[in-house]
């Protein structure tokens, strides 16, 4: 139980376009989500928490126009990266917390790799 | 504000060998939640364990084991018989327990890299 998935698992894009990756919770509801970013060899951060319905709360220093969040559902989050640039690549994960385990326990996706050219 | 301090950034053991990786946490709340997560190469977060501040029993996984130290702020991680498979970046995380938990925000630390060597 308490799968969550990632779509995709890697991209490769042009400076300027746009980038949307999905998280989507397969076996449970998921009430909030979280999206975090990793540079190598660092540790996770949190970049915004959604709620299913609401707008997402974002951290300090992420820009929310340029990282447009979106938990239209209990088991879809997506996250565009408008008008990527290089500075973006990362890898990008998202968690969520629902009816699974606790309401308290993250569970994570397998992350998406982005790469900006 | 909450804080997590892994000292150890990476550690190398020999097959067999048991190995501790520590992990140190601050925090103003009384009730609080304190995870490990396993990051093989892959990159997928793995789950291992969530422990309540009210709970400082010691737990067992099979290789794995837990030491919950209140007293000292500490939330320590030993494998035992170690193995090339446990290689991978171990992070410990700390949230506060809201009633919800819907917003539970995880306080991560740098996370320790642990290579297992045949």
């Known amino acids: 139980g308490a799968v969550v998935s990632q779509h995709p698992s890697w991209v490769i894009c042009k400076s300027g376009t746009s980038v949307k990756i999905e998280c989507r919770s397969l076996?449970?509801?998921?009430?909030?989500m979280f999206w975090y970013r990793q540079f190598p060899k660092q540790s996770l951060m949190l970049m915004a928490t959604?709620?299913?319905?609401?707008?997402?709360?974002?951290e300090q220093g992420v820009e929310k126009d340029k990282f447009l969040i979106n938990h239209a559902s209990l088991t879809l989050s997506t996250l565009t990266v408008t008008s990527a640039h290089p500075e973006d690549s990362s890898f990008y994960i998202c968690?969520?917390?629902?009816?699974?385990?606790?309401?308290?326990?993250?569970?994570f996706g397998p992350g998406t790799r982005l790469t900006v050219l | 504000a909450q804080k997590v301090t892994q000292a150890q950034t990476e550690i190398s053991v020999v097959e067999k060998e048991d190995v501790t990786l520590d992990c140190v946490y601050e925090?103003?709340?009384?009730?609080?939640?304190l995870f490990w997560y396993k990051q093989p190469p892959s990159g997928e977060l793995v789950f291992l364990i969530r422990?309540?501040?009210?709970?400082?029993q010691n737990e067992i996984s099979g290789r794995y084991s837990w030491n919950f130290q209140k007293s000292t702020s500490s939330f320590n991680f030993t494998i035992t018989a170690s193995q090339v498979v446990d290689s991978a970046v171990y992070f410990c995380a700390l949230s506060e327990a809201v009633v919800s938990g819907a917003n539970s925000k995880l306080t991560f630390g740098k996370g320790i890299t642990l290579s297992v060597r045949p």
């Open positions: 959604s709620n299913e319905g609401s707008k997402a709360t974002y």
């Open positions: 925090t103003r709340d009384t009730t609080y939640y």
């Open positions: 422990r309540n501040s009210f709970d400082e």
């Open positions: 968690s969520a917390t629902g009816t699974s385990g606790g309401t308290d326990t993250q569970y």
């Open positions: 076996d449970f509801q998921a009430t909030t």
